[in-house]
């Protein structure tokens, strides 16, 4: 009985110690993470006759350096940004493959990201404001608590009528872990983009060769 009791204790010696060890301090890293939502094609032979044109968003946050941080258990942090640390060409580039994969309509369109600016010959041309985009973790004894958020306004430019549609949206995301990878705030953020691009195709259609409010 007393072997038993031995192991027992020593596996939960050993469990606090792992749990101590994953929530330890941090010396400042950053990790780059890839939120670029992949996209299942629609069943289209060929998109929908209309150019689209897509320019990096403009980024408006207060902190451009990065888009978040983990706070550790026992001090320092860790910081996070996503992969090439340009979120405005991210969103565009998001929403780019959104719209060739299954945008309004359940179907394919043309489009193509271009540099800010640059956007001739489009029918329709496509920009953006990032308010916020931030992805946190904050370490606890047991858990890590994840939280992201995003606040974009949307711009099209119909050049047929010279209209303009505009669409503002906000969003956020929480979870909690027991075990922590920085796998699991690339996920939170980049389900928060997607419900983002997401909601903009819900709320817009293509109508006469233009973005048009869906509602």
Known sequence: ????????????????????????GG???TFY???VPKQMPAQMAEPEAVKIMVEPFEDRRVEKNRVGMRTHLWGG????????????????QALAERLRAR?????????RVVPAGSATG?????????????ANAKSRMFSTALTSSS??????RNNGDKSTTNRSIEGAQTDTVFWFSED??????????????DRYVEDTTISQRAVRPSR
């Open 1 to 24: 009985m007393d072997k038993v009791v031995t192991r027992a204790g020593g596996g939960i010696v050993l469990l606090v110690g792992l749990l101590i060890t994953s929530g330890c």
């Open 27 to 29: 010396n400042g890293q």
């Open 33 to 35: 993470l890839d939120v």
């Open 77 to 92: 942090v860790t910081y996070f940004n996503v992969a090439g640390e340009k979120p405005g060409e991210v969103y565009a």
């Open 103 to 111: 945008g309004w309509h359940d179907r394919s369109w043309d489009v």
């Open 122 to 134: 489009a029918d329709i041309v496509i920009t953006g404001q990032i308010v916020d985009l931030a």
């Open 151 to 156: 606040k974009v306004t949307i711009s099209a």
């Open 184 to 197: 699991d705030v690339q996920k939170l953020l980049t389900a928060t983009i997607k419900d983002t691009i």
